[in-house]
């Protein structure tokens, strides 16, 4: 549907299906008119049937003649959509009770554990002013920005909001109820149930669904129940790290709580990471978790960083059609074209990819010089055989690396242990 509006400022029609809109002269045009209401005259835009003396439907129908330009969904095109005042997608009163419940739940939480914590807290500093619907303040003074984001939101909103909490010393940490929500992965985040505003007031169990993982290492062999990282079909007898949901460790773990989260987001118990594609280090996933999987997850692949944020994100691409201009008024079907497509799937609760260090090598039984392992394979090793790194050591039979070292610790792995038994009953 090609569609305009009317610019108040300019004196001229904004054809929505041109690339130039209409006017190649204005280069700055397109930013100008999708700025959020917030921070322009809501004014500035007018529904082309008004401004032709024409029926407005809006206006017809009590409302507003006014305007605003959105991206829209439709058929896998992302055509701009000029939709009348207030916002397509204005939160229900059943959303805005989520986020008030929710809300009040984390300052709730934080303060009963000795934590300081307020809702709608202005935030100041070298990114300028912002504001947290909950800000959490751990002891060490680590500042936690929760945002409850029930609501669709643009990826580039998310960036930009997350890149100004960081500025201010604040780790941004976004809450959605959907796994389709465009925060997740683009941003620090943890989804939870679509639930009652009731429930989440009177402290139902809340569970952290996603944006929660746990470091696995294992040590890739027949006798382990996770698969060959490198696809190989068999087992590579390497080191393979990767993160996973709670539920789906080996053997699983407990549940997260959102109570847990708030609690340890702040103490510096749990902490955000960024884990980068294998095959793409600009893109990658966020998560929370544990500082020990952290450390060692650090001291197997180095320290991470975050991506810098992106110049382009495929969510925020533009379709023009180059459509003659329609001016009649579409108030009521405006909907239609802003976003008839579902959201694409964006928390699969997949593994990372993760990463596969080296087959570590053994030294032959009774060799006097020691095997070199690099502190990575060293600190994969430990963590795959769940013991200290200085405890590990070579079996004196076959010379690959076990726990030998500490308290009851073998000197021979269990296949040289077993195939010893078997000689001596014969």
């Given at each position: 549907?090609?569609?305009?509006?009317?610019?108040?400022?300019?004196?001229?029609?904004?054809?929505?299906?041109?690339?130039?809109?209409?006017?190649?002269?204005?280069?700055?045009?397109?930013?100008?008119?999708?700025?959020?209401?917030?921070?322009?005259?809501?004014e500035l835009?007018?529904?082309?049937?008004?401004?032709?003396?024409?029926?407005?439907?809006?206006?017809?129908?009590?409302?507003?003649?006014?305007?605003?330009?959105?991206?829209?969904r439709?058929?896998?095109?992302?055509?701009?959509?000029?939709?009348?005042?207030?916002?397509?997608?204005?939160?229900?009163?059943?959303?805005?009770?989520?986020?008030?419940?929710?809300?009040?739940r984390?300052?709730?939480?934080?303060?009963?554990?000795?934590?300081e914590?307020?809702?709608?807290?202005?935030?100041?500093?070298?990114?300028?002013?912002?504001?947290?619907?909950?800000?959490?303040?751990?002891?060490?003074?680590?500042?936690i920005?929760?945002?409850?984001?029930?609501?669709?939101?643009?990826?580039?909103?998310?960036?930009?909001?997350?890149?100004?909490?960081?500025?201010?010393?604040?780790?941004?940490?976004?809450?959605?109820?959907?796994?389709?929500?465009?925060?997740i992965?683009?941003?620090?985040?943890?989804?939870?149930?679509?639930?009652?505003?009731?429930?989440?007031?009177?402290?139902?169990?809340?569970?952290?669904?996603?944006?929660?993982?746990?470091?696995?290492?294992?040590?890739c062999?027949?006798?382990?129940?996770?698969?060959?990282?490198?696809?190989?079909?068999?087992?590579?007898?390497?080191?393979?790290?990767?993160?996973?949901?709670?539920?789906?460790?080996?053997?699983?773990?407990?549940?997260?709580?959102?109570?847990?989260?708030?609690?340890t987001?702040?103490?510096?118990?749990?902490?955000?990471?960024?884990?980068?594609?294998?095959?793409?280090?600009?893109?990658?996933?966020?998560?929370?978790?544990p500082?020990?999987?952290?450390?060692?997850?650090?001291?197997?692949?180095?320290?991470?960083?975050?991506?810098?944020?992106?110049s382009?994100?495929?969510?925020?691409?533009?379709?023009?059609?180059?459509?003659?201009?329609?001016?009649?008024?579409?108030?009521?079907?405006?909907?239609?074209?802003?976003?008839?497509?579902?959201?694409?799937?964006?928390?699969?609760?997949?593994?990372t990819?993760?990463?596969?260090?080296?087959?570590?090598p053994?030294?032959?039984?009774?060799?006097?010089?020691?095997?070199?392992?690099?502190?990575?394979?060293?600190?994969?090793?430990?963590?795959?055989?769940?013991?200290?790194p200085?405890?590990?050591?070579?079996?004196?039979?076959?010379?690959?690396?076990?726990?030998?070292?500490?308290?009851?610790?073998?000197?021979?792995?269990r296949?040289?242990?077993?195939?010893?038994?078997?000689?001596?009953?014969?």
């Amino acid at each position: 549907m090609a569609n305009g509006v009317w610019h108040r400022g300019y004196n001229i029609e904004v054809n929505l299906s041109l690339p130039d809109l209409g006017h190649p002269d204005r280069p700055g045009l397109l930013d100008e008119i999708m700025t959020s209401v917030a921070e322009r005259d809501p004014e500035l835009l007018e529904c082309l049937a008004h401004h032709d003396g024409n029926t407005c439907e809006s206006e017809a129908g009590g409302k507003s003649p006014w305007m605003f330009v959105r991206r829209g969904r439709v058929g896998g095109r992302r055509p701009l959509v000029a939709a009348h005042l207030p916002v397509t997608h204005k939160p229900s009163a059943a959303e805005t009770d989520q986020h008030k419940a929710t809300k009040e739940r984390v300052v709730a939480t934080a303060l009963r554990h000795g934590l300081e914590a307020s809702a709608e807290q202005p935030v100041r500093g070298t990114g300028g002013r912002g504001v947290a619907d909950a800000l959490v303040t751990g002891p060490d003074g680590t500042r936690i920005g929760w945002e409850i984001q029930y609501y669709p939101l643009s990826p580039s909103a998310v960036h930009r909001r997350s890149v100004k909490a960081r500025d201010n010393g604040v780790m941004p940490l976004w809450v959605t109820k959907s796994d389709r929500a465009a925060l997740i992965d683009r941003a620090p985040w943890a989804r939870v149930d679509d639930m009652d505003w009731q429930d989440i007031a009177d402290g139902r169990e809340m569970l952290i669904r996603g944006g929660f993982r746990h470091l696995q290492t294992w040590r890739c062999v027949p006798s382990s129940v996770r698969h060959c990282l490198e696809g190989s079909g068999g087992h590579c007898g390497s080191i393979h790290a990767d993160w996973f949901l709670p539920a789906l460790c080996e053997p699983p773990k407990p549940p997260i709580h959102i109570e847990d989260l708030i609690v340890t987001s702040a103490t510096g118990e749990s902490l955000a990471v960024f884990v980068p594609s294998r095959h793409n280090p600009r893109t990658g996933r966020h998560m929370w978790v544990p500082v020990k999987d952290c450390s060692t997850w650090k001291d197997m692949a180095g320290p991470t960083r975050l991506p810098k944020e992106p110049s382009h994100e495929p969510d925020d691409d533009i379709t023009f059609s180059s459509e003659e201009l329609d001016r009649s008024c579409r108030a009521g079907e405006e909907h239609l074209a802003y976003r008839s497509d579902p959201r694409p799937l964006r928390d699969f609760g997949q593994p990372t990819g993760g990463l596969t260090l080296p087959v570590l090598p053994m030294r032959p039984a009774n060799a006097g010089a020691p095997v070199a392992v690099t502190d990575p394979e060293r600190a994969a090793m430990a963590a795959a055989l769940d013991c200290k790194p200085w405890e590990l050591g070579p079996c004196i039979g076959c010379g690959q690396f076990i726990r030998r070292f500490g308290r009851n610790a073998p000197m021979a792995c269990r296949a040289c242990r077993e195939a010893w038994a078997g000689s001596q009953a014969r």
